[in-house]
């Protein structure tokens, strides 16, 4: 078969692959200060609970960066 007919199949299939994601992606929505402090309030008073070295180290930092809500996930997609 034509090897240049497969290289247009699999860069269709990648342009599809990728429009599909894009698309299907919902978007992101802030809740309100309240609720965001809230889970903050929530994420560190785990972290404190799990890890008596984060207490130390808070007491002397300058300031925490929190992400509450953190969603893993992976897509892995390659070709030759």
Do not use: H
Request: hydrophobic share 55%; aromatic share 4%; net charge positive.
């Amino acid at each position: 078969m034509n090897i240049g007919f497969f290289r247009r199949m699999q860069v269709a299939v990648m342009l599809l692959l990728v429009a599909s994601l894009v698309l299907t992606v919902p978007p992101a929505i802030a809740g309100s200060a309240a609720e965001i402090d809230k889970e903050v309030a929530l994420s560190l008073e785990k972290l404190y609970a799990t890890s008596p070295a984060a207490v130390e180290l808070s007491k002397v930092s300058k300031g925490i960066l929190v992400f509450p809500n953190v969603v893993k996930a992976g897509l892995v997609v390659g070709g030759q």
